[in-house]
C-alpha cells in the first residue's frame, strides 16, 4: 500500500535524470506514472522497468501539440490527473552575450519554458474543475543567481520562476479543495516526493513554494513526506547555503536519511577521449574545481549523496572512467590504472576549458587513488588540495583486498570465479550485494543504493576484470614512487571511514606518514564508502579552505 495509491502522474523528462528517479519514487508509492520524453527506446525501457502501471509517451515538450495528446491522453485512459511535473530540459551553451547563438536560445526557451507552459496549459483546467492537483515546475538556483550557470539555461530557469509566480497567482481565485493547486517551485531542482496535501480553506491568491535547506528540521507531512522550510532571503553579497533539498519518503526500516538526489542544475561536460566519449557533469560554481573520482565496482553514482552538501560552495566535476557507468566501453580496451590517469587527463583538459586552467581539488577514492596521485605526482603545480577518501595506491601489508576484490585478482582462482558467476547469475547478484552492502552502513540507504549500483555494473563487467587482472601488478609497481610520494609539495587530504577492514585506518596512517603536508581524518561512524556514510562531514572537510 503506497501512499500515492490512487494517484495519476504525468512527468515530462522522465527518461532520464531527475525525471527518471522521480517516475521510480511514484510508481513505487502506487501513483500511476506516465512518463514523457524524446527518447522512445530508453522511456520504453524505463516504463518496463517502473512495473504495470508505468507508461511512456513520445512527446516533446517544444510542440505544443505533442503536449496536449499527453495530457488530453493521460486523462482519457485514468479518468484523472494529479500532477504535473515540469521536468524536461537540457543543458545550455557555454559562452557570453556577444557569442549567444539565438537559434539555440530560442531552443533552450521552448523546451524549458515553452514545455512549462504548454504543461499548465493543458493540467490546469483539469486540475481547477476537480479542484485538486498539484504542479511541479523545476527551476533551478541559476534562475536566481546571475554566473551560476549558462546564460540560456539561466535566462530560462528564471523565466520559470516568474510564470510560476504569475500562474499560482492566476489559478488562486479558484480556491482548493481539500487539496491546495500549489504550482511548487523547486529550487535548486531537486524532487525526491510530490502530491504535498494542505490543509483546506479558501485563498484567493496563491504563491509558488520554495523549497530550499535551513537549519529547521524537517517536518513530516501528512502524506508521509519531509517538507522543509522555505529559505530566507538573503543579504546583497551574503554567500548562498550550498543548495539542496532532501524530500524523501517515510522509512519503512531504519533511520536513515533516506535518498538525497543530485542538483539537476548539473550540466553534462563533453569529453573526448580519443575516438572515444567519457561521460563528466559539471555543477556550477566559483573558486577551484572538485574532481571527483569513482573506484570499482561502481561509478559516479557513489557521490550522489555528497554532490548536494558541496553545491554551492565550489565547482564540482564528477565523471565515469571509460568502461564504466555511462561512458563509452569499447570491447577489447586495456581497461588499466594507467590509462585511466589518461581518461583524467582529459577530462582536466575539459575542466580547463569550462573553468581556465587554474588549481584543482582531486578527490579520489577507492581505486582511482592511483591514477589520481599519478596525475597529481606529475601536475603538482595544478593542485590546490588532493583528497583521499578510503583509497590506496600502494601495496603495505595493512592492506587488504575486499573478499571479492580478491575472489576475482588472485590469478588461477579468478578464473573459476569467473565462469561461475557467468553461469549463475542470482549467485553473482548476491555476491555483489553482500560486498558492496557491507561497504554502506545505513541499511535505508544500502537498500535504495546498491541495486541500483548493480544494474549499472553488469555492462562495466570487462572493465571490472580487467582492472583486477591489473590489481596486484600495479601496487607493487608503485612502491617505487614513495619517494615521490615524500616530496610532494602540496596539501593531502586523508579521509577514512574507520569501519572499513580492507582499507583500514593502518593504510589511513601509512599515506599520511608518507605525504609531507598530510591532514588525517578518521570518520568513527563510516565505512568503506565513506562519502555515503557521512556526506556532510566529508564535504564540510573538502570544501575547507
Not at 599519478?374 to 583509497?391: H, Q, S, Y
Request: with cysteine.
Amino acid at each position: 500500500m503506497g501512499i500515492l495509491d490512487g494517484k495519476v502522474a504525468v512527468i515530462t523528462g522522465g527518461t532520464s535524470g531527475i525525471g527518471a528517479r522521480t517516475a521510480e519514487l511514484f510508481a513505487r508509492e502506487g501513483a500511476t506514472t506516465v512518463i514523457a520524453g524524446r527518447r522512445a527506446a530508453e522511456g520504453k525501457a524505463e516504463a518496463a522497468k517502473l512495473g504495470p502501471k508505468a507508461e511512456f509517451v513520445r512527446a516533446d515538450v517544444s510542440v505544443e501539440a505533442d503536449v496536449a495528446a499527453l495530457i488530453t491522453g493521460a486523462v482519457e485512459r485514468h479518468g484523472q490527473l494529479d500532477c504535473l511535473m515540469n521536468c524536461a530540459g537540457e543543458g545550455g551553451s557555454p559562452g557570453g552575450i556577444a557569442s549567444v547563438d539565438l537559434d539555440r536560445l530560442q531552443r533552450t526557451l521552448a523546451i524549458h519554458l515553452g514545455g512549462a507552459v504548454a504543461g499548465m496549459k493543458y493540467a490546469a483546467p483539469v486540475m481547477a474543475a476537480r479542484r485538486s492537483g498539484s504542479i511541479i515546475n523545476v527551476a533551478s538556483i541559476g534562475g536566481h543567481i546571475a554566473g551560476w550557470t549558462f546564460l540560456d539555461y539561466s535566462a530560462a530557469k528564471a523565466a520559470i520562476i516568474q510564470l510560476t509566480r504569475c500562474t499560482a497567482a492566476g489559478l488562486g481565485q479558484h480556491g482548493p479543495g481539500r487539496r491546495r493547486r500549489n504550482p511548487g517551485r523547486r529550487t535548486p531542482r531537486r524532487l525526491g516526493g510530490g502530491l504535498h496535501r494542505h490543509r483546506p480553506g479558501p485563498a484567493p491568491l496563491r504563491q509558488p513554494t520554495l523549497i530550499a535547506p535551513t537549519n529547521r528540521s524537517p517536518v513530516q507531512g501528512p502524506m508521509g513526506y519531509h517538507e522543509f522550510q522555505a529559505l530566507p532571503r538573503l543579504p546583497v553579497g551574503q554567500p548562498l547555503p550550498w543548495p539542496y533539498l532532501r524530500v524523501h519518503p517515510r522509512a519503512r526500516s531504519g533511520t536513515g536519511e533516506g535518498l538525497t538526489v543530485m542538483d539537476v542544475t548539473t550540466q553534462t561536460l563533453p569529453v573526448a577521449r580519443g575516438p572515444h566519449r567519457l561521460h563528466a557533469e559539471v555543477v556550477p560554481g566559483t573558486g577551484a574545481p572538485i574532481v571527483l573520482m569513482h573506484g570499482f565496482p561502481d561509478n559516479t553514482h557513489l557521490y550522489d549523496r555528497l554532490v548536494p552538501h558541496l553545491a554551492g560552495r565550489r565547482p564540482v566535476v564528477r565523471f565515469d572512467f571509460l568502461g564504466w557507468g555511462r561512458s563509452d566501453k569499447p570491447q577489447g580496451y586495456p581497461y588499466t590504472s594507467a590509462n585511466q590517469v589518461g581518461d583524467l587527463a582529459a577530462v582536466i583538459s575539459a575542466v580547463d576549458e569550462h573553468f581556465g586552467d587554474g588549481e584543482l581539488v582531486l578527490v579520489a577514492h577507492d581505486a582511482s587513488g592511483l591514477p589520481a596521485i599519478d596525475w597529481a605526482l606529475a601536475n603538482p603545480g595544478r593542485i590546490e588540495k588532493l583528497v583521499l577518501l578510503n583509497t590506496y595506491y600502494h601495496w603495505t601489508p595493512a592492506l587488504r583486498r575486499p573478499r571479492a576484490i580478491a575472489l576475482y585478482s588472485t590469478p588461477v582462482i579468478r578464473t573459476v570465479a569467473r565462469a561461475l558467476v557467468r553461469r549463475r547469475p542470482d549467485l553473482d547478484r548476491r555476491l555483489y550485494a553482500w560486498q558492496v552492502g557491507g561497504f554502506i552502513q545505513d541499511p535505508e540507504v544500502r537498500g535504495r543504493l546498491v541495486p541500483q549500483l548493480y544494474e549499472q555494473f553488469l555492462p562495466a563487467r570487462p572493465a571490472f576484470w580487467r582492472l583486477n587482472d591489473d590489481l596486484l601488478g600495479a601496487v607493487f609497481a608503485r612502491r617505487r614512487r614513495i619517494p615521490q610520494l615524500r616530496r610532494f609539495p602540496r596539501p593531502v587530504q586523508i579521509i577514512f571511514g574507520v569501519r572499513d577492514r580492507s582499507l583500514n585506518p593502518r593504510v589511513a596512517r601509512n599515506l599520511a606518514a608518507l605525504f609531507p603536508r598530510s591532514e588525517l581524518h578518521l570518520l568513527d561512524d563510516a565505512g568503506h564508502f565513506v562519502q555515503v556514510d557521512q556526506p556532510q562531514q566529508v564535504a564540510d572537510l573538502i570544501a575547507a579552505e
